[in-house]
């Protein structure tokens, strides 16, 4: 059956609709571009109604005969001026043109490079997220992004994601820190590197938040922290990670900061700490602001096993029993400290006993800082002596029940060289310096949710205080103020927390100091730092 052909009218009728519609569109753009002023004023005088009508509303209504009064006199004011009318008509259509001018539009989505960029991070993270057997995947390869990110994300001025959430289906093994792992490093990658990442991961509703965290503060010192007996301040961390803060001052200006507070004493459950880094990366700093706060309530040992002087400020202060460089002073004042521990605990026995209070002489906090006893155990191993380490079990054992704290600071290349108790006795735990996230687990005994940047400042890093959080930590400058490269501000705030007073053994009387030693054995100040036992009847 031959086809038959379409009547004129249909088969050029879509032709006419094409140049018609194109004929209106060019002519209501010109009429647009003609009526744009009286478009704007109209929008304008609209605009200013509406605001007049919702004064009108909120004004009381015992206060609208004034207001109506004071507008029928403006009114008549300008009727009777010379062109008042003029003026005020030229005045209203002013403001309606400023009221109803065309604004700036609203960015209501992401523009073509942050849609490409999240585009490319939905593609890099489909092998993750996606299995061959699901039916209906959230993440497959050319699928829809939109789904798993939807709105919750945002950029910077230089077009980087800052914050981002993902959707991931429920059958993602969120639970291992492996899977984990691996996804927290693409998302790292592919946003950009050098910044430090937070993620927090939801499990309950399958939901991970990325966002970008901002470098805490450098510039706070060395400086007297509002703390109660037995409270340390290690550093400052993120203002959602804790829930308490102290005033600091910050420069010239006071301000609240987050702290890291560390508890010591009979009731704390990580009495000792043990700070892991590299060289340069704030060790000494944090060593040195732990024994400025302990001065303020109590006495301190410093046994520094590099022999580069970082402490010799110290020497001589009050409340500062021994600052030793070498093996012989290292052995003696650590086996002082051990008898001392010794002494403490059986003091206090014998008055729970007797049922009369502790005596006062232990009472008083014994610190005791031990910076890289990795180098002392081998020059004692060379010269066929007793590891130092070894003098640190009894304090680190029995410690916390004789009021003795112990902080221990090793670089992460000797961290093996360690003695046992040192590793199974300091639950509180600190890494400073650039370290990756193998690192981090291997001091803090969990990885920390963010990503480390490789440069960091000194007295960066991680802390972790027994099985708590992981928190980020940026200890206070404190640097040795007898070092020529020390500023003249951080100089002072050191020297002003430092407490005044001779040496212990020029203030000790000649008779009461002890009989030297045997022979062959290498006399130290900390020999002379032996009193008598605290007696506990009175």
């Known amino acids: 059956m031959a086809r038959r052909p379409l009547p004129r009218i249909l088969s050029s009728g879509s032709a006419s609709i094409t140049r018609s519609r194109e004929i209106a569109r060019t002519a209501a753009d010109n009429a647009t571009d003609v009526l744009h002023p009286l478009i704007t004023v109209t929008r304008g005088m609209r605009l200013l109604a509406g605001a007049a009508r919702q004064k009108w509303a909120a004004t009381p209504r015992e206060r609208r005969g004034h207001a109506l009064f004071l507008v029928a006199a403006c009114v008549l004011v300008v009727a009777l001026i010379p062109y008042g009318p003029l003026l005020a008509l030229i005045s209203v259509m002013g403001a309606a043109a400023w009221r109803g001018r065309d604004r700036t539009p609203v960015k209501t989505g992401p523009d073509e490079a942050e849609t490409a960029r999240l585009r490319a991070l939905y593609e890099a993270l489909v092998p993750h997220f996606s299995v061959p057997d699901d039916p209906g995947p959230l993440f497959s390869h050319g699928g829809d992004w939109e789904k798993t990110f939807g709105t919750s994300y945002a950029f910077d001025a230089d077009g980087r994601l800052t914050r981002l959430q993902v959707t991931y289906p429920a059958y993602f093994t969120d639970g291992d820190p492996d899977a984990r792992s691996r996804v927290e490093q693409v998302l790292h990658a592919k946003s950009g590197r050098g910044r430090e990442y937070h993620f927090a991961w939801d499990e309950e509703n399958n939901h991970l938040l990325m966002t970008v965290l901002a470098a805490l503060p450098t510039t706070l010192a060395a400086q007297r922290f509002v703390t109660a007996p037995g409270e340390t301040v290690l550093g400052f961390t993120d203002a959602d990670a804790v829930r ?8 010239d200006a006071t301000r609240d900061a987050s702290p890291v507070i560390w508890r010591t004493g009979a009731r704390s459950t990580e009495p000792h700490l043990l700070v892991a880094g590299h060289p340069g990366s704030g060790t000494t700093t944090l060593l040195r602001s732990l024994a400025l706060q302990a001065l303020q309530h109590g006495d301190v040992l410093v046994v520094e096993g590099g022999g580069s002087g970082e402490y010799g400020f110290l020497t001589g202060r009050a409340g500062v029993l021994a600052v030793e460089r070498g093996l012989a002073g290292a052995l003696a004042t650590l086996e002082w400290a051990a ?7 059986i003091a206090a026995n014998r008055a729970r006993q007797a049922g009369h209070p502790e005596p006062e002489d232990i009472g008083r906090p014994l610190w005791i800082l031990v910076d890289r006893p990795g180098a002392l155990g081998h020059l004692a191993a060379a010269d066929g002596r007793q590891d130092p380490q070894e003098l640190l079990r009894v304090p680190l054992r029995h410690g916390r029940a004789a009021g003795v704290t112990v902080v221990v600071a090793e670089q992460f290349d000797s961290l093996d060289a360690l ?19 193998e690192q981090v687990e291997a001091v803090l005994g969990a990885q920390p949710h963010t990503t480390p940047t490789p440069d960091v400042p000194p007295g960066r890093g991680y802390t972790r205080l027994g099985g708590g959080a992981v928190l980020r930590l940026q200890v206070p400058a404190t640097p040795d103020p007898y070092d020529e490269a020390t500023s003249e501000a951080h100089r002072t705030a050191v020297l002003d927390l430092l407490p005044a007073g001779a040496p212990a053994v020029e203030r000790a009387a000649p008779d009461a100091r002890p009989a030297p030693g045997p022979p062959g054995r290498a006399s130290a100040p900390a020999d002379r730092l ?9």
């Open 530 to 538: 032996i009193g008598a036992p605290a007696t506990a009847e009175g």
């Open 339 to 345: 008898h001392e521990t010794e002494r403490r605990l």
């Open 244 to 251: 308490r803060t102290v005033p600091v001052e910050d420069g």
């Open 419 to 437: 003695d046992e108790s040192v590793h199974a006795h300091t639950r509180a735990r600190a890494v400073l310096g650039p370290a990756d996230r």
